[in-house]
């Protein structure tokens, strides 16, 4: 029976502290005064874990990509890795979230196309489910959103020091 209880205990403290989940608080706040008529303009103040490297507000599609990074122990540094949050501001509900490490990767949107490049490869999100859709063996560097096409090169490191 003693076993019973502890191996619950473990399990079920196992799958809270598994848990992977972002929470991202909200609030109305006032924002400030309207001047013609006196009344107060209501906001919504959205509170995420980590400090807000960059953000991106697809306001079609009511999404805000947020890119998060932290600091330092002693404050004076940026950390290295981070979370993207896909927030969806209208439903106000975290969609999905996804490490980076920013020294090797980076994130780029255009309205609903989202490149994320991480080493030598950039991949295609979808960006209500945050899953790949397509791999790309290069590095994108520019997109025409309106044309659906983006243009990359591969840096061969090999024939660089040749």
Known sequence: MRK????????VSGASFGQTDLLVLHN??????????????QGIEFTFPERIHETYLDTTNGFLTAQLR?????????????TVVQYDIVHRKVLWHKRISYQYSNLQQF???????????SHCLDIRTGIEIR??????????????????????????FK
Do not use: C, H, Q
């Open 28 to 41: 109305e706040k006032v924002a400030g005064k309207n001047l013609i008529d006196n009344t107060d303009i």
């Open 111 to 121: 309205s609903n196309t989202m490149i994320f490049t991480n080493g030598n490869e």
């Open 70 to 82: 932290g600091l330092s122990k002693n404050g004076k540094w940026l950390e290295n890795t981070g």
């Open 135 to 160: 791999e790309v063996k290069n590095n994108i560097y520019y997109v025409d959103p309106t044309s659906n096409i983006g243009m990359g090169y591969r840096l061969r490191f090999g024939r660089l």
């Open 4 to 11: 019973t209880i502890i191996g619950l205990l473990l399990l």
